[in-house]
């Protein structure tokens, strides 16, 4: 669940381009076309995310989702000038997140009863609620203290931790969890559909 939740708030790092924007783009019209970037990557990749998981496994599906958004974040600093390059870099944050809810309702479905299934994802979508206020919060302290690059470096090196905790102790389902006891892996297994 700790997991879920941590990439949820993760994933919020895209909203903190808006802080920084204004900061090395003052055109309000480039501003609202980079903004929208994002949402065109994002829609590419909703309905693969969920084929990809159920082939491949949620959890090879999350790492790349992660991996492609935490390489276009840290992108950010060095296309910043660039108007055209900054578009592709939110598109390209974009089609790594837009895989990954999808994905995460491929990981309720093997972990988690039918009866915890809604549970699990209103904790979800919580904690990408949660990690949007964090994030917004935390981002105009690093931009003031820091400069703007200091958003996206502390969290794509986030991100990149996760990815190496993910890598260590993620799962795909209980059949395959290293860490798993015996007897919970039977208890879940039993009340999966």
């Known amino acids: 669940m700790n997991t879920v939740l941590l990439l949820e708030s993760q ?3 895209g909203t903190n381009i808006g802080v ?9 019209a480039k501003q609202g076309r980079i903004l929208s970037a994002f949402f065109y990557g994002y829609i590419c990749t909703q309905m693969l995310g969920a084929h990809w998981a159920f082939m491949h496994g949620p959890k090879r599906v999350l790492l790349l989702g992660v991996c492609v958004w935490t390489l276009f ?28 809810f999808p994905s995460l309702h491929v990981v309720a479905a093997s972990w988690y009863p039918v009866s915890e299934r809604s549970r699990l994802m209103s904790f979800v979508s919580s904690g990408v609620d949660l990690g949007t206020i964090l994030s917004m919060s935390v981002a105009p302290l690093l931009l003031s203290s820091f400069g703007w690059p200091s958003i996206f470096f502390t969290f794509g090196g986030l991100s990149v931790l996760w990815l190496l905790a993910f890598v260590w102790r993620g799962s795909s389902n209980p059949e395959t969890d290293k860490f798993i006891s015996l007897a919970e892996k039977a208890a879940i297994l039993s009340q999966r559909d």
């Not at 204004?22 to 055109?27: I, K, M, R, T, V």
């Open 20 to 28: 920084a924007l204004p900061s090395f783009e003052p055109d309000h």
């Open 73 to 100: 974040d840290l992108l950010t600093i060095p296309t910043a000038s660039t108007p055209t390059l900054l578009w592709l870099v939110r598109a390209g944050m974009g089609l790594g997140e837009g895989i990954l």
């Open 11 to 13: 994933g919020r790092v």
